[in-house]
C-alpha cells in the first residue's frame, strides 16, 4: 500500500463549478501538507501549504486537513479554465527533508 | 524569486549511453532533489543532496548516480541508460528545514 494514496483522475467539470481534490495517507507522523500544481510540460509549483489539522484559504482555492481521519482536500470554488492542470498532493513529519507525493489528479476544466 | 534551471528540456539517447542531466539553483539552498514522474506513478524520488558532496539515496537510486561539487549544482548520471529510464526528470530545491521545494522545469528523456 502506498503512504500517500490519490485518485489520478482524470477529472473534468465545467467553468464555474466547485473543485473537490482528496488525498489519503497511512503514516500518522505527517505534518506538514502541501499542494503542487503543475500544468502540461512545467515542473510543479506550490499552490498551498498547511501545518497539522485545519483549514486554510487563499483566494477561490480552500486546503483543509484531517489529521484523525488521515485525509486532506484541496477545493476550487469558480473554477476557471486556466485551473486545468495536474494537482499533486505532498506531505512530510517534522523534521523530515524528504516529502512523499501523491500521483497527482489530472483536471480539465470546460469552458 | 527561486530560479531552478536544468540543462535541457528533451533529450534523445541510445540504450548504453552514459547520460548527464545538470540542475542549478540560484538560492543558495541546502537541499536539492532528483525525482522522475512517470504516468500512474507521480513523483518519485531517486537521490537527494543536503550539503556538498553529501548525498542519501531515495526510493528509486538503482541504475542513477548523483554528483553535488558545488552548492548550487546537483548532477544525475545515468550511468548506462535503458529504455526503461524514458522518463520525465524533475529537480527541486528547498533550505534545510524549508516549508517548498521549488522545481526546475523537467527534462523529458527518451532512451531508444
Known amino acids: 500500500q502506498k503512504e500517500v494514496e490519490q485518485d489520478p483522475g482524470p477529472l473534468s467539470v465545467p467553468e464555474g463549478a466547485i473543485v473537490s481534490l482528496n488525498c489519503t495517507y497511512s503514516n500518522s507522523a505527517f505534518q506538514y501538507f502541501m499542494w503542487y500544481r503543475q500544468y502540461s510540460r512545467k515542473g510543479p509549483e506550490l499552490l498551498m501549504y498547511?501545518?497539522?489539522?485545519g483549514n486554510k484559504e487563499d483566494g477561490r482555492f480552500t486546503a483543509q486537513v484531517d489529521k484523525s481521519s488521515k485525509y486532506i482536500s484541496l477545493f476550487i470554488r469558480d473554477s476557471q479554465p486556466s485551473d486545468s492542470a495536474t494537482y499533486l498532493c505532498a506531505m512530510r513529519g517534522q523534521g523530515a527533508q524528504k516529502l512523499v507525493f501523491g500521483q497527482g489528479t489530472r483536471l480539465t476544466i470546460n469552458p | 524569486d527561486v530560479k531552478v534551471t536544468q540543462s535541457s528540456r528533451y533529450l534523445v539517447k541510445r540504450t548504453g549511453e552514459k547520460v548527464f542531466l545538470e540542475c542549478v539553483q540560484d538560492?543558495?539552498?541546502?537541499?536539492m532533489f532528483w525525482y522522475r514522474q512517470d504516468p500512474g506513478l507521480g513523483l518519485r524520488l531517486i537521490y537527494f543532496?543536503?550539503?556538498?558532496?553529501?548525498?542519501e539515496k531515495g526510493d528509486i537510486p538503482e541504475g542513477y548516480s548523483v554528483s553535488r561539487e558545488k552548492k548550487e549544482r546537483f548532477s544525475l548520471i545515468l550511468e548506462s541508460a535503458s529504455t526503461n529510464q524514458t522518463s520525465m526528470y524533475l529537480c527541486?530545491?528547498?533550505?534545510?528545514?524549508?516549508?517548498?521545494?521549488?522545481f526546475g522545469p523537467g527534462t523529458r528523456l527518451l532512451v531508444l
Open positions: 543532496s543536503y550539503d556538498v558532496k553529501m548525498k
Open positions: 498547511t501545518y497539522s489539522s
Open positions: 527541486a530545491s528547498t533550505i534545510h528545514g524549508g516549508e517548498t521545494q521549488y
Open positions: 538560492m543558495d539552498h541546502e537541499n
